[in-house]
C-alpha cells in the first residue's frame, strides 16, 4: 500500500498534464506543454541558452509530450530534431566551425563543452576552464616545472580558438603574431624578436620551415614550448641553457 501512495504523488501531477493537453480535442506535441513544469531545474542557471526561450520543440521536435515518460518519434537522442551539430547550425553560423582546422571535440557533439540549456558559466561551459580542456588533453604536458602564464592563469582561449581555426593548431592567428600580442616589448638579447633577427633567426621573415618539425614555419614555439616546459625559459628538448637549444639545429665541430 505504502507503494501505491508514493507512486500516486508522481502519477496525479503527470495525469492532470496530460488531460489538459487531451482537453483541446487535437493531438498533443512538445508545442502544447510547458515543459519546465517539471524540467525547471534545466533551465535556472546563471547563463540560459536563448534557444530555451525560443520553446524546448525548436530543438526537441521528436518528442511525444503527452506520453508520461515521453515517447520519441524518432532515433535520435533525447528526442532531438537532428543530430549534433546540424542541430545547432540552425541558429550558429557553421562558417565558424569549418575553417581549415576543426576542434576533434565538434565531432563528438557540441554537448561536449556547452550545457544545451543553462550554466553557471560563461559561454554555457560545461565545466571551468582549464580543467573542461583536460577532459581530452593530458593535464601533464601543462604542468610542468616552469609554466607559460596563460597556461597558469588557465586561459587557454588567449592562443586557441575552441571551434575552428584557419592557422595550425586552432590558433587565433599566426603563431608569431599570437606570441606578439605580449611579447611584442621584448627588450634585449637573445630574443630573436629584437636581438639577432638579422643573424639568421628569421622569425616572421621568410617561410623557413621549422628543422624538427618541417611541417611548420620556423617561429618562436621551435624553441620554446608554449604550454609548459622543465627547461629554464620554457626551452624545448630539455635544454638546460641556451646553447643546449641551439645544438638541437646547429651542429658544431
Do not use: W
Amino acid at each position: 500500500m505504502g507503494y501505491a501512495i508514493v507512486m500516486n504523488r508522481y502519477l496525479l501531477p503527470a495525469a492532470v498534464l496530460i488531460s489538459t493537453v487531451l482537453s483541446t480535442g487535437t493531438a498533443a506535441s512538445a508545442a502544447d506543454v510547458d515543459c519546465l513544469m517539471c524540467h525547471a531545474e534545466l533551465a535556472g542557471k546563471k547563463v540560459k541558452h536563448a534557444a530555451v526561450d525560443m520553446g524546448c520543440p525548436g530543438c526537441h521536435g521528436a518528442v511525444d509530450a503527452a506520453d508520461v515518460p515521453h515517447k520519441m518519434t524518432n532515433k535520435s537522442k533525447k528526442g532531438l530534431s537532428s543530430e549534433q551539430p546540424d542541430l545547432c547550425f540552425g541558429c550558429h553560423d557553421k562558417s565558424a566551425f569549418s575553417k581549415k582546422t576543426v576542434h576533434a571535440a565538434l565531432g563528438m557533439g557540441c554537448t561536449g563543452c556547452h550545457d544545451p540549456h543553462s550554466s553557471d558559466r560563461k559561454k554555457l561551459l560545461a565545466a571551468d576552464l582549464p580543467g573542461l580542456c583536460f577532459n581530452c588533453h593530458d593535464k601533464a604536458e601543462f604542468g610542468k616545472k616552469n609554466v607559460h602564464a596563460p597556461v597558469a592563469a588557465g586561459d587557454c582561449l588567449a592562443c586557441h580558438n575552441p571551434h575552428s581555426s584557419d592557422a595550425v593548431a586552432l590558433l587565433l592567428k599566426e603563431p608569431l603574431n599570437v606570441c606578439l600580442d605580449c611579447h611584442s616589448a621584448v627588450e634585449g638579447k637573445p630574443h630573436a624578436i629584437k636581438g639577432f633577427s638579422n643573424a639568421g633567426h628569421p622569425i616572421g621573415k621568410n617561410d623557413k620551415k621549422d628543422p624538427k618539425r618541417p611541417d611548420r614555419r620556423f617561429y618562436c614555439g621551435s624553441c620554446h614550448d608554449p604550454h609548459s616546459s622543465d627547461s629554464r625559459k620554457l626551452f624545448r628538448y630539455e635544454a638546460k641553457s641556451t646553447i643546449g637549444i641551439c645544438k638541437n639545429c646547429h651542429k658544431y665541430d
